[in-house]
C-alpha cells in the first residue's frame, strides 16, 4: 500500500492520474525482479480508470459522444504527459462498450483483445467530442496533429457462455429495486485494461 498512490500529478500538465503504482525494486529478491523486468513489468506505472455503469440511474440516452471524448482525453495524458513507465487505461462497463459509445470503426480494434495499432483521426470527430476533451493543451495537439497512432496491449474479460457454466437455480438474471423504485436486472460486466507500449 505505501506505493500505491491515487491522483497524482502527471510529469507535465496540471492533471492528475487516477493510480500511480510504484514497485519498490530495491526491496525485491533479485530473481523476481528479472523476471518481471523480462515480463514488462515496469517500476513505475500510470492507471486511468473509467467506469460506465449509469444505464438503471438514468432515464434519458447515454452522453456516448462525451464518454468517448473522456476515453480519448485519458488515452492521449497518458501518451504525451508519462515519458518512461507502465501507461494503463482500465475501462469497466455494466453493459456492452456500445450502449455507452457511439459507433466508430477504431473503437473495434480498441477493444479486440490481443496486441495491435490504433490510428484515430480528431478531424473526423465531432466537436462534442472535442468538447469533452477538457485539457485546453491536448485539444490543441489533436488539433494540430489529427491522426495519432497507439500502440496498444489489450486485456479483456467478457461475459461469455461456455458448457458447464454454473446455473442460477431460477431462470434469468435476478431482479434488484431501483432508485425510482423500478427493478433493474443484475448487469453483466466487461472489463478491458489497455496498456500503450512505447517501444524501442
Known sequence: MPYIQVNRPYPKGKYKVDIFVKIPKSKLPPEIVYRWANSGVCE??????????????KKGSEP??????????????????????????????????????PNREY????????????????????????????DENLRKLV???????????????????????LQPLELGAPKRSGRGGWTVTEPQYYFYLLRILELF
Do not use: C
Open 44 to 57: 513505475e506505472n500510470w492507471i486511468e480508470v473509467k467506469f460506465f455503469g449509469g444505464a438503471e440511474r
Open 64 to 101: 456516448k459522444t462525451q464518454n468517448l471524448g473522456k476515453i480519448l482525453e485519458a488515452l492521449l495524458r497518458l501518451k504525451f504527459y508519462v515519458r518512461d513507465g507502465g501507461k494503463y487505461l482500465l475501462m469497466v462497463f455494466n453493459r456492452g462498450p456500445n450502449y455507452y459509445l
Open 107 to 134: 473503437l473495434s480494434q480498441l477493444f479486440k483483445h490481443g496486441r495491435g495499432s490504433v490510428e484515430i483521426d480528431f478531424s473526423k470527430e465531432p466537436e462534442t467530442v472535442m468538447r469533452s476533451i477538457h
Open 143 to 165: 488539433k494540430n496533429t489529427r491522426r495519432i497512432t497507439f500502440d496498444l496491449q489489450n486485456y479483456s474479460i467478457e461475459p461469455i457462455a461456455i458448457k458447464g457454466l
